[in-house]
């Protein structure tokens, strides 16, 4: 294992259209981080999964956004309903779990543009 | 509330000079602080990090931080800086209270002068 993977690395969509994106996280890693980050800023933290279970989504920027890991293991952001403001690179990590705030190691990310 | 400031969003040095990079943060538990750097088009890679213990961090690539409670900050330093340097660099806090839920400067864009 290599480390953190996304697919696709580019999207193009159109605005109103659906896109899906996946992560795949280093494998003995449990927890599983979304961000977005937009230009000239810093990631901006969305949703992170323990397992399967999603531990924080209170963030996620509106009910457009939603994220799944059924199995504990890759992960899938979704937007509806594409905007323009949606454009950004979303980012996805990964991290041991437990009472020590380790790393987070982060994927190349997926660069949507919404036209 | 955590955040971190990022004094700088634009840093300029020549070759072989030395190479600071500011960052202040605001916690109100003992935080954990990272540094990460992002050359174009990629993911973040860690460079260093403060949990416990020593406040003097070495990380890769000849980078070091030292955290200084008394003026919540973490600043990066490299004695004498490459062209192979230049990309920009993000720093975040993090806590035990807040699991692991980073937060992140606005970043650092770091450009090396031959």
């Known amino acids: 294992d290599t480390g953190v993977s996304q697919d696709p690395r580019h999207k193009i969509t159109k605005r109103g259209q659906n896109v899906t994106f996946r992560c795949d996280p280093i494998?003995?890693?449990?927890?599983l981080y979304w961000y977005r980050q937009t230009l000239g800023q810093g990631p901006e933290f969305l949703t992170y999964f323990q397992n399967e279970a999603q531990l924080e989504k209170s963030r996620l920027l509106s009910d457009r956004f939603s994220a799944e890991r059924p199995k504990g293991s890759f992960s899938t952001l979704e937007i509806q309903r594409t905007e323009q403001g949606d454009s950004a690179m979303y980012l996805c990590?990964?991290?041991?779990?437990?009472?020590?705030?380790?790393?987070?190691?982060f994927g190349p990310g997926t660069r949507l543009t919404v036209t | 509330a955590q955040s971190v400031t990022q004094l700088g969003s634009h840093v300029s040095v020549s070759e072989g000079a030395l190479v600071l990079l500011r960052c202040n943060y605001s916690?109100?538990?003992?935080?954990?602080l990272f540094w990460y750097v992002q050359y174009p088009n990629q993911g973040l890679q860690l460079l260093l990090k403060y949990t416990t213990g020593a406040t003097l961090v070495k990380g890769i690539n000849g980078f070091e931080a030292e955290f200084k409670k008394s003026e919540t900050s973490f600043h990066l330093t490299k004695p004498s800086a490459h062209m192979s340097d230049a990309a920009e660099y993000f720093c975040?806090?993090?806590?035990?209270?807040?699991?692991?839920?980073?937060?992140f400067g606005t970043g650092t864009s770091l450009t090396v002068i031959p």
């Open positions: 494998s003995e890693h449990n927890r």
């Open positions: 916690s109100s538990v003992p935080p954990y």
């Open positions: 975040a806090v993090s806590d035990l209270r807040t699991g692991n839920q980073f937060y």
């Open positions: 990590a990964s991290s041991l779990g437990g009472v020590v705030s380790y790393e987070q190691y």
